[in-house]
Every structure is written in structure tokens, then in C-alpha cells.
């Protein structure tokens, strides 16, 4: 692939709305990966951290190293005789389960038509090879479609919802013995009825014990934690952004613990992130905002490859603050006595960053800054 020169710009601010004050500041956006627009649906890592699984547009699978290098990708995820068979033609937001990758089924129309066979299974591929090794059927008096799933922390039970309500399997049923079509559907081993966030969901991730879940209604994209022993669910974040929520994922990368997945799809707004898929890095927030940051300069020759930034750190009076430690695209260093630091990142990827100063209990975030291709010639 021929390499090309960057063009690296500063953003005077996002692109759309900020986040609502309804927002409970749990966490930070430290950046936005752009990444291809085939990985639209979601993604899930495996535990060792080393590699990351994205669906999409509709069928695919692909798999990335953590800083998104691609490494793999199957166009066509699901057999031909698997389609013709049960109509499956979506694969919704994936899960790293013991079985393999496990990847939530259900029949779209496009066209409007919705859920066309009104049946819904967990399909499972091979993460080495990412062939299709054989799916599981739901129930479909409990479950209509399988739009994502989740494996929970002792691997146990694989959450999804249907309705208002959280439904979680079994991972040992999710075994080559129960293989549809020669086996019968499944049931559901636990429900938490009215669990379902009012934003619904698009996607989800366990961190800390609690089940995140993504989701969007009327432009305003929350994602919610729930105790999956009670039910009972508390706000996380809560962001208005132009675009379509998709999946959820954790793993430390990129400056971020959580990341969101956000689809180029929203009619009638202009894209914050597009105009492809972006890949949102979120971190826990690390203390009290007191300190101002600036990333003075970015520089960068291809990409993939290392950019140079360079960093300022002030407090609010504007003295320089030595000491203070500064992230930038998951790179990080200290301030000199001069109050500025030179980070050198890796990016596979172009994407908005910014800059994160911590010292003692406070923090600083700087304005997003883009790295970008430029065009060729």
C-alpha cells in the first residue's frame, strides 16, 4: 500500500454539539480513531489484549492488532448455505467467548422491512483463522433476533437483550453438540425484566463487573452500567454527537479504556466524526480539571508511522508545571521545567487526539487535534 504524506491540523473545537450537563463525568474523549467504514456493527478484544475482532458493514469480520493494524478479514462472515437456510444476512456487536468469537445473528431488510425471519442465533469463528465453525439457535418464544452479545467476566453466561429485558446463555451451551440445524434452540438461563436502558442497545462490554451498554434515541447517546445481579443501572456517559452508536469494547490502547464504535450513518446532520466509521477512546476521569494543555505542534511523514507532538502544560495561572504526566494516542512522558513534553506515537490509523495532562489530583485535556492523510499527488 503506498504510503502517504500527512496533513496534520489543529481543531479549533468537535464537530457538533458538546455533551449535555446531564453527562456525570465519569469518563474523558482523549480521541477518535478514523477507521474503515467496514467495521461498522462492533467489536470485542480477546483477553490477552492482543488482538481486536470488528463486524460489519453487514457480514464481515476483521481483526486488528490493538493500535487497529489490520491483520485479517473475511468479507462474508456467514456460509452461503447458513443464509439460504435461516435467512441470516447481520452481524450485530461481537463477544471473545471460551467457544471462539461469538457472533450475534439476525435477519435485516435494509429496505425497511426489519427483522425478516423472526429468529435469532449465536454464531461462533475460529479467532486464529476466523472461519465459521457453527452457530446456536435462541429460542425464539424468548428472543426474536440477536443484535449483540456479551461474555460475562467468569465467562459463565453470554448477555443480549430482547425487548426490555436482559437475557443471558449459557457459554457451555454454546458448544459444537448444540450446532443448528441438527439441534433444537436454546434457553435463556437468566432474565432481568425492564433491564434495558430507555437509549436501548447497540452494544456492550463488562468492565469493573458491570455490563456497559451503548445506545442512541433522538440524538443523544448514553452509555449505562448494570449490575447483572440486580438489574438496577446508573448513567456512564452521555454524549450528542452526529453519527449511529454501534459497539462497545475495553482494552487499554490508543489513550483510552473504553471505546465506543460510531457508524457514518445519521440522516439529516453532518457527521462529527466521518466520513468514515471513528472508533471513540474514552478514559476514566483522572482527578479535578485544574490544568490547561496545548499541543503546540504535530508532526508526521506516513502513516502508519510515528508523530512527534509536542505538549505545554500550564496551571490556570499560566506558570509552566514541571512533572506533570502527558498522554497523547497512548504515549506518554513527563513535562520538563519548562512545562513541555515531546510524545512520539504509534498510529496505524489517522484520527482526532488530544492531550492529556495529570499531576497529583488534576487534570487537563487540550482541543482535539486531527491527523489526517493528505491526497496523493
Not at 234 to 248: A, F, H, K
Amino acid at each position: 500500500m503506498k504510503r502517504a504524506l500527512l496533513a496534520v491540523v489543529v481543531c479549533l473545537c468537535l464537530t457538533g454539539p458538546a455533551a449535555e450537563a446531564r453527562d456525570p463525568g465519569r469518563w474523558v474523549l482523549t480521541g477518535a480513531s478514523s477507521i474503515p467504514t467496514t467495521y461498522w456493527q462492533g467489536l470485542t478484544s480477546d483477553p490477552a489484549e492482543r488482538q481486536v475482532f470488528f463486524t460489519g458493514v453487514f457480514e464481515g469480520l476483521w481483526r486488528t492488532t490493538p493500535r487497529l493494524g489490520q491483520t485479517a478479514g473475511v468479507g462474508a462472515a456467514i456460509p452461503a448455505d447458513v443464509k439460504a437456510l435461516e435467512g441470516y444476512n447481520h452481524i450485530g456487536d461481537p463477544t471473545w467467548n471460551r467457544a471462539g468469537v461469538v457472533l450475534p445473528l439476525e435477519c435485516y431488510d435494509p429496505g425497511g422491512g426489519g427483522n425478516t425471519c423472526g429468529t435469532g442465533s449465536l454464531g461462533v469463528a475460529d479467532p486464529a483463522t476466523l472461519a465459521w465453525r457453527y452457530y446456536v439457535k435462541l429460542d425464539p418464544l424468548e428472543i426474536p433476533k440477536a443484535m449483540w452479545a456479551e461474555t460475562s467476566p467468569d465467562g459463565k453466561l453470554v448477555w443480549t437483550s430482547s425487548g426490555d429485558d436482559l437475557l443471558a446463555y449459557r457459554s457451555s451451551d454454546l458448544v459444537a453438540s448444540n450446532a443448528a440445524p441438527a439441534a433444537g434452540p436454546i434457553r435463556a438461563a437468566r432474565r432481568l425484566s425492564g433491564a434495558v436502558p430507555p437509549t436501548g442497545v447497540t452494544g456492550a462490554v463488562f468492565r469493573s463487573g458491570r455490563l456497559l451498554l451503548a445506545g442512541e434515541r433522538n440524538g443523544t447517546y448514553r452509555v449505562w452500567a448494570v449490575d447483572t445481579a440486580s438489574g438496577k443501572r446508573r448513567l456512564e456517559l452521555e454524549m450528542n454527537v452526529c453519527g449511529e452508536s454501534e459497539g462497545l469494547d475495553a482494552i487499554p490502547t490508543l489513550g483510552g479504556q473504553l471505546h465506543w464504535l460510531i457508524a457514518p450513518s445519521d440522516p439529516g446532520c453532518t457527521l462529527t466524526f466521518g466520513p468514515t466509521s471513528a472508533l471513540l477512546h474514552f478514559t476514566p476521569r483522572p482527578g479535578r480539571e485544574r490544568l490547561r494543555v496545548k499541543v503546540i505542534s504535530v508532526k508526521a511523514a506516513t502513516l502508519p508511522g510515528r508523530i512527534k507532538a509536542k505538549i505545554r502544560v500550564t496551571t490556570r495561572g499560566g506558570a509552566p508545571l514541571a512533572g506533570a504526566h502527558v498522554s497523547f494516542a497512548g504515549a506518554s512522558v513527563r513535562t520538563n521545567r519548562r512545562g513541555t513534553a515531546t510524545v512520539w506515537p504509534p498510529l496505524e490509523l489517522p484520527g482526532r487526539f488530544k492531550a492529556l495532562a495529570r499531576k497529583g489530583g488534576s487534570y487537563g485535556l487540550s482541543r482535539l487535534v486531527e491527523v489526517s492523510i493528505a491526497p496523493s499527488g
